[in-house]
Structure formats: structure tokens, C-alpha cells
């Protein structure tokens, strides 16, 4: 069943809008300095997968940051792309969470992770065809139905490509959001590092992203490898700051389309709080820049 956009009635007990603000990943070392600050500008995203217990510390640290802040839930493990049916304890134990925190924003990946009996701690490609499309939809159409809102589906970074996919990212991104209803996660570092390893345009990339349909934002650090050739091969490794091209493409992005909600990810050699902070700051500089002003459209050349 494909469910049409805008059809999802949710009942709010308790909603913080966000608005095009920026906001950052919540990682418990930060919990204090947060509390200690107060009620501040911006929201916090939490990995789903990290709360999937019924209480404890995780809980009552969330529960705490909730009280003040908008929430992001972004999921990890979903394997929305595998040709397996979805795990039906993990989408029950995932639409609970949605149930008990009323997040402002849902998300998962384009991307697989379990296959048969294994789970694979990585978010792996897919072959953009009709055979995927179909059954991406189907996965994203039982989410829908299971959390009652629509799902943002972020783009992923990659470091292979498949000899039979018959349509672009962009196109199946398109697709997958017109068929379902589902908004979009742009993550800019996965356009750049795709870009990059593949060795195509992360400007075109963007000019045929469907950006009308992206309700959040992602920026992180990358780090930089090479393959067995010597080539320079980026790795979304979420462990330091937004590189400068990363900040120009977003830049560009935002005066397309205006202030969208944005994060910065930061998930390994976590810093301290002031520096996640600055990297949050310097996002909204620009979400505030161009908050001005009227968007130019989401086909305009970059």
C-alpha cells in the first residue's frame, strides 16, 4: 500500500516546533553542560537503536533533554533497503519510541544492514532498480503505517557503485518520495564524499536533488584514505569538523531552499560540548542569513 502525502493524522501530546534552527547529536558526556545551560535555541538528535531498552540512564538522560528541547530520532538499523521483510520487534520497539518521546522529526538511511540471520554494524548500497524501488517503497509504506507520520529518508554516502542500477541516486531518491509520500534527510557530507569517490558532480547532485522534499539536514566530518590505486577515498566517519567544501555546498543548499532544521553529527572522539556548540552556531549563522530572505528555488544553478 503506498500512502499519500500529507496523510498522516498524529495526535501531539507534547510538540516542540523547530523551525530552521541547528541543532546537534546528543551524546550523554554533554548531558550536564546542556542542563546547566538551560532551555537554548535548537534540538537534539539521538540514535533510535540507543534507546530501545525500557528505562535507565539512557532514558532518564533523554527524558531530561526532551523537557527543554525539540527531538530528532534518526534510526540506524531499519535495513529499508534489504530484500529481507523488516524485522517486526525492531519496527514495534522504533514506533514506540516515536509514541513515547513525539519527536519532531523521524529519519533512517537508504541502506541495508541485516541479510538473512546477520546484521552488519554499516549502513551498505543498493542497485537503483525498479526491483529496489519497489520493495524500498513497500519498507518505507509499512514504517509510515507503523509510526503514523511520514519518515525522512537520508541519502547515503558510498564507496561502491552497482553495474545494474538504471537510474541515478537522485532520481531514485525522487522516486522513492513521490511513490510513498516520505520527506528527505539530505546529508551534504554524503553528497561530498559520494562525489568525490565516485568522481562525479556533488553540484549537479544537488541541482537534481528533489529539495523541496528535505525536512532536515545532516553535516558531519569526513576523513580522508586512499584506496588501492593511491586515489583519495573519504570515509563518512562523523569524528571531527565540517570540512570547508562541506560548509560551501551547505551554504549553497540553504540559499536554494531556505532554513531547513540542520544537525551536526559528531559520533566518534567526541569533543567538548563548546566545541559542538560552535560547529551548531556556525550552521545557524548561515540558516539565519538566508532566513531573510525568499528561497530561489530548489532548480536554480548552484
Keep these: 500500500m503506498t500512502i499519500a502525502p500529507n496523510a498522516f493524522v498524529m495526535p501531539l ?29 535548537g ?3 539521538v540514535h533510535a537503536e540507543n534507546y530501545m531498552g525500557a528505562g535507565g540512564p539512557p532514558h532518564r538522560a533523554l527524558e531530561a533533554i526532551r523537557r527543554d528541547h525539540p527531538l530528532s530520532l534518526h534510526g540506524v538499523c531499519m535495513s529499508i533497503g534489504g530484500p529481507q521483510p523488516l524485522d517486526k520487534a525492531h519496527l514495534a520497539r522504533f514506533r514506540s519510541l516515536v509514541a513515547r518521546y513525539q519527536p519532531a522529526l523521524v529519519s533512517e538511511h537508504l541502506a541495508w544492514s541485516t541479510h538473512e540471520t546477520s546484521f552488519f554494524n554499516d549502513l551498505l548500497p543498493l542497485p537503483y532498480t525498479e526491483a529496489t524501488l519497489r520493495n524500498v517503497c513497500d519498507h518505507i509504506d509499512q ?19 552497482f553495474r545494474e542500477s538504471s537510474m ?13 509520500g516520505c520527506g528527505l534527510l539530505l546529508d551534504v557530507n554524503n553528497v561530498f564524499v559520494s562525489a568525490t569517490n565516485h568522481g562525479f558532480s556533488a553540484l549537479e547532485y544537488l541541482a537534481d536533488f ?14 580522508e584514505q586512499t584506496d588501492d590505486d593511491g586515489d583519495l577515498l573519504l570515509i563518512d566517519s562523523h569524528d571531527g569538523p565540517v570540512a570547508d567544501a562541506v560548509w560551501k555546498l551547505y551554504e ?16 566518534s572522539n567526541i569533543p567538548d560540548w563548546p566545541v559542538l556548540q560552535a560547529e551548531a552556531a556556525a550552521a545557524q549563522v548561515i540558516l539565519d542569513r538566508y532566513g531573510r530572505a525568499a528561497p530561489t528555488g530548489d532548480r536554480d544553478a548552484a
Excluded at 534552527?21 to 554533554?30: I, L, R, Y
Design 43 to 45: 534540538f537534539f538528535e
Design 143 to 161: 514504517v509510515q503505517e507503523a509510526i503514523r507520520r511520514p519518515l525522512l529518508l537520508e541519502n547515503p554516502s558510498t564507496y561502491v557503485a
Design 252 to 267: 549553497i543548499v540553504i540559499r536554494r531552499c531556505g532554513p531547513v532544521p540542520t544537525l551536526i553529527e559528531w559520533d
Design 168 to 180: 541515478s541516486e537522485t532520481a531514485f531518491i525522487g522516486a522513492v518520495a513521490e511513490r510513498t
Design 210 to 223: 528533489p529539495l523541496s522534499r528535505v525536512g532536515e539536514i545532516h553535516l558531519a566530518g569526513h576523513a
Design 13 to 41: 501530546r507534547y510538540s516542540v516546533p523547530i523551525g530552521g534552527v541547528a541543532g546537534t547529536s546528543f551524546k550523554p558526556e554533554h548531558l550536564q553542560a546542556i542542563l546547566s545551560a538551560g532551555r537554548q535555541r
